[in-house]
C-alpha cells in the first residue's frame, strides 16, 4: 500500500523559509522520479519541483532560485527547502512520483506566506 505523507508546513512572514518533508513507503523510492506540487485556493495542482533517480532536479520557473529539492534514499524521504518566500507560494504542497503513474495523494501539508 503507497503511503505519502507530508510535514513542515506553516505560517511564514514573505522572506522566509520552510523546510516540508515527504515520507514515502510502498514504493521503490529509490528509483522513482519525485516531485513536488501545490494547489491555492481556486487553482490547478501545479508541478514545482522534480528530482530524478540520479538526483537532476528541474524547478518551474515561479521557484527556480528560492526553493531546492532533495531526496534521502536512505530513509525514503524527499524535501523541498523553500526560501524567499513570497504569498504567491501559499498552497496546499503534496509530494507524488512526478513520472509514469501518480500515487494516491496524501494530505498534504498547509504553507501560508502572510504578514
Known amino acids: 500500500q503507497v503511503q505519502l505523507v507530508e510535514s513542515g508546513g506553516g505560517l511564514v512572514q514573505p522572506g522566509g523559509s520552510l523546510r516540508l518533508s515527504c515520507a514515502a513507503s510502498g514504493i521503490i523510492f529509490s528509483i522513482a522520479t519525485m516531485g513536488w506540487y501545490r494547489q491555492a485556493p481556486g487553482k490547478q495542482r501545479e508541478l514545482v519541483a522534480v528530482i530524478n533517480s540520479g538526483g537532476s532536479t528541474n524547478y518551474a520557473d515561479s521557484v527556480k532560485g528560492r526553493f531546492t529539492i532533495s531526496r534521502d534514499n536512505a530513509k525514503n524521504t524527499l524535501y523541498l527547502q523553500m526560501n524567499s518566500l513570497k504569498p504567491e507560494d501559499t498552497a496546499v504542497y503534496y509530494c507524488?512520483?512526478?513520472?509514469?503513474?501518480?500515487?494516491?495523494w496524501g494530505q498534504g501539508t498547509q504553507v501560508t506566506v502572510s504578514s
Open positions: 507524488n512520483q512526478a513520472k509514469g503513474t501518480l500515487r494516491p
